[in-house]
């Protein structure tokens, strides 16, 4: 039931008591002032206020809530480049550059089988053994070149330099041994020759199979160079310094090396390590495998040296000829001849034994079997070689 309907009729109050409403205030209206009065007049005589407009710009685009009203955060700041951070990227350079030449070299080096294996290869002793060969083959040298190096015209390859490079598995010092190139041994298939005839009967493995029989040393690993690249590295590294004691003139190449310290380029230093018909080599075979041995130490004192390893216009020049200059047998890797290199750089200072194969005579045809055998089984047991039987 309604009281006055929806005409100012009311509501019956609900069941809560409300208080009762204080009387409706009215608003009082206002009145536009009547034109001609003194209100209209004071509202002309008013100075009309300029409205403010504001300069256009892009819309505003407020930025997006985030958790808890955190304010949106600051862009990143410009890193600068500190020391650490230049040094660090030179670093990465520098390791990159040498993995490049790494890989450039280990894949680019000549390979060969020269240790294949065979019936009655002797077995593997103690300590790591290199066969390390000089070739005095002329393939890839032209008339000028063979003329220039005094290399003569000798046909086939035959092997000037025969060295076994003896590294001890304990603390014994490396050996560096000689064998000369005139050895009168058994040479499988082929009955008793010189030893440097297996090189030209049958190259690498029949000479490792030959000095593998005649000493009973299992070979591990071999390098040679020929007369080319042995000079084309000397000339690499801007020449050897050698203290010469006296002049060298090769009577049969016409070869001469004034004495004194001097510094040695591609063609003299091939002289050097092959002079053997000189009043300066009286002893033949055994003088020329002793100046073998006094070069390669400072040939591997010259290559190690920071003048040489920091000069781009020396080093670049070597890592370029060493590939087409060395060749290696097919199992092995760059690693191995960083460790052999290593083992061998105290030939100049002593710290590794140098010797050649002992002999009865001076032309060095024939070994001394008792000292031989004394000097073989040191190798083969890591054992001091004693100094009896070490021949310079």
Same mark, same amino acid.
């Given at each position: 039931m309604t009281y006055g309907g929806h005409y100012g009729g009311q509501q019956p109050p609900p069941s809560g008591r409300r208080p009762p409403r204080g009387p409706r205030q009215h608003q009082g209206a206002q009145m536009m002032p009547i034109p001609g009065s003194d209100r209209a007049r004071q509202a002309q005589r008013r100075p009309q206020q300029a409205t403010r407009v504001a300069p256009a710009g892009p819309p505003y685009d407020p930025p997006a809530a985030r958790p808890g009203g955190a304010?949106?955060?600051?862009?990143?700041?410009?890193?600068?480049?500190? %020391?650490?951070?230049?040094?660090?990227?030179?670093?990465?350079?520098?390791?990159?550059?040498?993995?490049?030449?790494?890989?450039?070299?280990?894949? @680019?080096? /000549?390979?060969?089988?020269?240790?294949?294996?065979?019936?009655g290869k002797p077995a593997a002793a103690e300590g790591t053994n290199w066969l390390i060969v000089g070739s005095d083959s002329r393939a890839g040298l032209d008339a000028e070149q063979q003329a220039q190096l005094s290399t003569g015209d000798a046909g086939g390859q035959r092997t000037d330099t025969i060295m076994i490079a003896h590294i001890p598995d304990n603390d014994t010092p490396a050996t560096l041994l000689s064998l000369p190139r005139d050895s009168q041994v058994e040479i499988p298939g082929h009955g008793v020759n010189k030893i440097n005839a297996a090189f030209a009967f049958g190259g690498a493995p029949l000479l490792a199979q030959t000095i593998e029989q005649a000493t009973g040393l299992r070979i591990d690993h071999y390098a040679e160079i020929g007369?080319?690249?042995?000079? /084309?590295?000397?000339?690499?590294?801007?020449?050897?310094?050698?203290?010469?004691?006296?002049?060298m003139r090769d009577t049969k190449t016409g070869m001469v090396i004034p004495a004194g310290r001097?510094?040695?380029?591609?063609?003299?230093?091939?002289? %050097?390590?092959?002079?053997r018909? @000189? @009043?300066?080599?009286?002893? @033949?075979?055994?003088?020329?495998?002793?100046n073998q041995r006094k070069f390669i130490g400072a040939l591997a004192n010259e290559m190690a040296s920071p003048a040489?390893?920091? /000069?781009?216009?020396?080093?670049?020049?070597?890592?370029?000829?060493?590939?087409?200059?060395?060749?290696m047998d097919t199992e092995d890797h760059l690693h191995h001849l960083v460790g052999l290199a290593w083992a061998m750089r105290g030939i100049s200072d002593g710290g590794v034994v140098t010797t050649t194969m002992p002999t009865t005579s001076a032309s060095a045809e024939q070994w001394d079997e008792e000292k031989s055998q004394v000097l073989l089984d040191a190798l083969r047991t890591d054992s001091p070689i004693p100094d009896s039987v070490v021949v310079n």
């Open positions: 304010p949106p955060p600051r862009p990143p700041r410009r890193k600068r480049w500190s %020391f650490g951070r230049v040094a660090t990227a030179l670093l990465l350079v520098v390791v990159m550059l040498l993995a490049a030449v790494w890989l450039y070299l280990e894949f @680019s080096i /000549n390979r060969i089988d020269a240790l294949p294996d065979y019936e007369f080319g690249g042995f000079a /084309n590295i000397v000339e690499a590294i801007g020449g050897v310094e050698m203290d010469i004691p006296e002049e001097q510094t040695l380029d591609g063609a003299q230093a091939l002289g %050097f390590v092959r002079m018909y @000189s @009043s300066a080599t009286p002893r @033949s075979d055994l003088d020329r495998v002793a040489t390893l920091l /000069n781009p216009f020396e080093v670049f020049p070597l890592l370029a000829d060493a590939p087409d200059a060395l060749t």
